[in-house]
Every structure is written in structure tokens, then in C-alpha cells.
């Protein structure tokens, strides 16, 4: 394992952190719900000397840190958890029946603010101003988008900013920052496909909604192949088909339910627009009415180059050997928003314990765990950032 460098300040908060950790991890709550989340954050904070803005977005709180002239940049954590019911039987498991941090933003939350009594000791070593985000809702609802409508990047306004990932898909030790897209544009579609009905014996004069259906499942698929750029990365899976009545009728109307990704939005629009164009003629072909309904969901997560050199040279301080590329994957990420706004950087912590080496517990698993040792390792990098963006004395 690569030789691990946790600042002094976060190693005397340690335990504390991880106190604060198991406590988020005990008292999950969903999106836009996370008031006593919010509480609690705001009771550990209250003695230090803080702007705060709250409820911001209902339960999002911006807490502004300044510390003499100088820039101002934002830290990001996500603040909900998600409805799984926890299965494993950890000392600190969940509380709340049904809601459970499957995803590790409870170690976000810890890490952001370990940072904040941390950045607090360590007013000689940084100047400038640091806003601490704490966002409601990143699991689909986008809480990011609301955070930023409503000024969380704003007076003073944020030049940078930096979030990161408890990562269970990379071991403990190991950081992953790469420049780019490091998360994907997530959208859905529904499909309606409107037919006309009749007897299985009988087609002529009908037109079968689940034929139609079959053809355009098969068409979609050709959208990645047959379209994209093979250098560029989507995906489009069809999840949910749903239609019919029984082995002798033909049906009249299907209903399909679908993901579509992309890391660029280049190819994020080609998708789409592919995708009409498939519902369109298939339509036609078949004499059929198919509607297509398509949402965006969260735009590509894009890492600017030159924060993720600011990045790269904290992790490196905290990590050495262990920063590397990301493990990579076409999830989706609210991140994606505040870095539409200011230009920053997206790290991903490995925190896979060394047990589970084989076999990595995945994220928004019932049994979701992870090392609890990377939360030092997040802090720490938080820390090196702030003081190489806002050095003392400048
Ligand atoms: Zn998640
Ligand atoms: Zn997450």
C-alpha cells in the first residue's frame, strides 16, 4: 500500500471525523429531508467563526470561512442517503427503517466537516476565504442545480471548487483524479408505442405493439454501435417493457423505460437526437404511433485541466504513489452543476477495505461499507488544496 501522509491537525481529528461519520451513517435521511442532518452540522460548527447561510434550498447550508484577503473557493459535500434498507449489521447501522448511506456521502459529510475544524486551527497556514457546501439531495434529484439558483456560489463569489467521492471500486491508499469527463450525462427516456389491437390468430389489420417494441429495442441499440464515435463512450440500455394482455391478443400499446449516457455532450445530443429519429421511423415503418418522452438528467461531469493540477499536487502530498487514474463509470453526478459554473475538480477516494479485495462491495448496495480510514485521507487532501490555492501571506 502506498505510504499515506494525513496532515498532523486531521490526525488529532481522526476519531472525532469518524465519530461524525457514524452518526450520519445512524441518522440517514433522502433528499431534501436532511434537517436534522443539517442540525447536527450546524451544532458542531457553531462555536467557530462562520458565515452561514441555512436552509438554503431547504436543508442545504453554505458556511463562508474567512481568513484575511484572498480568493475565494468552494468545498462540496452531499448531504442525503437512499431508500435501502441497511442488511449488514455494522455497530453504527442505520437507525431510520429503509433509508441507508449506501452511497457514502455519510463519509462526506464527516470529511467536509473535519475540514472545517481543520481549516479553523490552521488560520497561519492559508489565506483567503473557503465556503463549505453542504448540498441536499445529489441522489436524482439534483440538489446542486437549486444550491447554485439560490446563490451557494456566490457573494463572495467561489473561483474554484472541489467535491470528492468515497470510492469503493478503488482500494484504500489509492486516489483517482483525471482532467475531463469523469462521470456521465444521465438521462431517461419512456417510449409509448400505440398500436391496434386484435385477435393473436388474426394480424392482418392490426398493428402489434410489441412487435414494434421488439424492433425499436433492437434499434436503439445500434444508436452506440452504429453511430458513435467507437473512441467516445454511451451507453443506452432499455430497463423496463411493459404491454399486452395475454398469449392471444395482440397487444395495442407498450410502454418502454430507458437510461441513456454519455461522458461529452456532443454525444449526449447525438443520442437523443438518434433516439427521436429511431421512435420517428419506426413509427412510420410500422404504422404505428410511438411518443417518446426523453428527461435530461445530470450534464457530464467535467474536471477542469488546471484545477485538476491543484488537485493532483494535493493528492500527491497525502497519497504519493497511490493518485492515479479514476476508476471510471457512466454514473451520473449532481457535481456536474457547480462545475458548469466555476472551473474545479471532481477526486475520487479510494476506500475499498483490504477484506474485500476480490469482490468490491458496490455503492447503493444494502450492505455498503467502506474504510473508514480514507476519511483522513479526503480531509487531508481538502487541506493541501486550500493551501496551495490560498497560501499564507499572499
Ligand atoms: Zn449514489
Ligand atoms: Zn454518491
Request: with cysteine.
Amino acid at each position: 500500500m502506498p505510504h499515506l501522509t494525513i496532515h498532523p491537525v486531521i490526525a488529532d481529528l481522526e476519531k472525532q471525523i469518524i465519530a461524525y461519520r457514524r452518526h450520519f451513517h445512524q441518522h440517514p435521511e433522502l433528499g431534501f429531508q436532511e434537517v436534522e442532518t443539517a442540525k447536527y452540522i450546524l451544532d458542531q460548527v457553531k462555536d467557530l467563526d462562520l458565515d452561514i447561510r441555512h436552509p438554503l434550498v431547504r436543508t442545504g447550508i453554505v458556511a463562508t470561512m474567512s481568513n484575511g484577503d484572498g480568493p475565494c473557493i468552494a468545498l462540496r459535500a452531499d448531504m442525503d442517503a437512499l431508500p435501502i434498507q441497511e442488511t449488514a449489521d455494522p455497530p453504527y447501522k442505520s437507525q431510520n427503517d429503509g433509508v441507508m448511506h449506501a452511497c457514502g456521502h455519510d463519509g462526506h459529510l464527516a470529511i467536509l466537516l473535519g475540514t472545517v475544524l481543520a481549516l479553523d486551527q490552521l488560520r497561519d497556514q492559508w489565506q483567503g476565504t473557503v465556503k463549505f457546501i453542504f448540498q441536499p439531495a445529489e441522489e436524482g434529484e439534483g440538489g446542486a442545480r437549486y444550491m447554485i439558483a439560490e446563490g451557494a456560489l456566490n457573494d463572495p463569489d467561489a473561483t474554484a471548487i472541489f467535491g470528492l467521492h468515497v470510492w469503493n471500486y478503488q482500494d484504500f491508499g489509492t486516489i483517482g483524479i483525471r482532467s475531463g469527463p469523469v462521470l456521465a450525462a444521465a438521462d431517461e427516456f419512456e417510449i409509448i408505442v400505440k398500436g391496434k389491437g386484435g385477435h393473436g390468430a388474426m394480424p392482418q389489420g392490426t398493428v402489434d405493439a410489441v412487435y414494434v417494441a421488439a424492433q425499436l429495442v433492437v434499434a436503439l441499440q445500434s444508436i452506440v454501435s452504429r453511430n458513435l464515435d467507437p473512441l467516445q463512450s454511451g451507453v443506452v440500455s432499455v430497463g423496463q417493457i411493459q404491454g399486452g394482455q395475454n398469449f392471444n391478443i395482440i397487444a395495442d400499446e407498450v410502454a418502454l423505460k430507458g437510461t441513456a449516457r454519455a461522458y461529452r455532450e456532443e454525444d449526449r445530443q447525438l443520442i437523443k437526437s438518434r433516439l427521436e429519429g429511431a421512435c420517428d421511423g419506426i413509427a412510420v415503418t410500422y404504422g404505428a404511433a410511438i411518443e417518446l418522452d426523453y428527461h435530461d438528467g445530470y450534464p457530464p461531469t467535467l474536471n477542469d485541466p488546471v484545477m485538476t493540477e491543484v488537485a493532483l499536487r494535493a493528492a500527491r502530498k497525502v497519497a504519493g504513489d497511490g493518485v492515479g487514474e479514476p476508476y471510471l463509470s457512466m454514473g451520473g453526478e449532481d457535481m456536474a452543476y457547480f462545475l458548469q459554473e466555476v472551473p474545479g475538480c471532481f477526486i475520487f477516494l479510494g476506500s475499498a477495505k483490504p477484506e474485500h479485495k476480490a469482490e468490491k462491495v458496490p455503492h447503493h448496495c444494502s450492505h455498503f461499507d467502506f474504510d473508514e480510514r480514507a476519511l483522513a485521507v479526503g480531509a487531508s487532501v481538502f487541506i493541501e488544496i486550500v493551501r496551495d490555492l490560498l497560501p499564507a501571506g499572499s
